[in-house]
């Protein structure tokens, strides 16, 4: 089993559509967790950080359910721009820093 | 404030060939590492370093080698070019050991092993 699992897409959106994604991680000791945006060809950017008791930042709302280890990202008003791939990413505690990345979730809103 | 600085953006090797592909940052951070990202596979880690003079591998190391040297550059090396090396390569860097914050990317490399 992946540490951490997305499921790939595309989710193929209207313009002003509400979306989500979901993602699973395996390890239930895992501490932080944050939403990354990736366009075609560029790098990761981070998105957000995925607080316990949820968060929003504009149109995004992340959230997090420890109990079944799962983390969301819906986006609300989705604009053209939202287009890209989004990757959920796990911090597994430990002293080596490393982040676990899911493989992505391509977002296509159309006009 | 240039955040993580990879060089070059593009570069076209030989097979057999070796080279080093360079990253800096200026935040200060403590953390770096390498990812490679190929189509269908994700960002798969390379090596990695929690400071200077510290470095262990990743999921998949062979054919590279890292040192670092100050706390501001990671230089990737590539030791005889393999066309399966083609893919794009990423530096990041977090501010702390144990990278609660996430990490900032540098622009990437995009190698060609031909």
């Known amino acids: 089993r992946k540490e951490v699992e997305q499921d790939p897409g595309p989710f193929n959106v209207p313009e002003g559509a509400t979306v989500a994604f979901n993602c699973t991680y395996s390890n239930s000791a895992s501490q932080s967790f944050f939403w990354y945006r990736q366009d075609c060809r560029k790098e990761p950017k981070l998105l957000m950080s995925?607080?316990?008791s949820g968060n929003e930042d504009g149109r995004f709302t992340a959230q997090l359910n420890r109990a079944s280890q799962y983390i969301s990202l819906l986006i609300r008003d989705s604009k053209l721009s939202d287009s890209a791939t989004y990757l959920c990413?796990?911090?597994?505690?430990?002293?080596?820093?490393?982040?676990?990345f899911g493989q992505g979730t391509t977002l296509q809103v159309k006009p | 404030n240039a955040g993580v600085t990879q060089t070059p953006k593009f570069q076209v090797l030989k097979t057999g060939q070796s080279m080093t592909l360079q990253c800096a940052q200026d935040m200060n951070h403590e953390y770096m590492s390498w990812y490679r990202q190929d189509p269908g596979m994700g960002l798969r880690l390379i090596h990695y370093?929690?400071?200077?003079?510290?470095?262990d591998q990743g999921e998949v190391p062979n054919g590279y080698n890292v040192s670092r040297s100050t706390t501001e550059d990671f230089p990737l090396r590539l030791l005889s070019a393999a066309p399966s090396q083609t893919s794009v390569y990423f530096c990041a860097s977090s501010r702390d050991r144990a990278s609660v914050d996430g990490y900032t990317f540098g622009s990437g490399t995009r190698l060609t092993v031909v």
């Open positions: 370093s929690v400071g200077a003079g510290i470095t």
């Open positions: 995925v607080y316990s």
């Open positions: 990413v796990v911090n597994i505690p430990s002293n080596t820093g490393k982040l676990i």
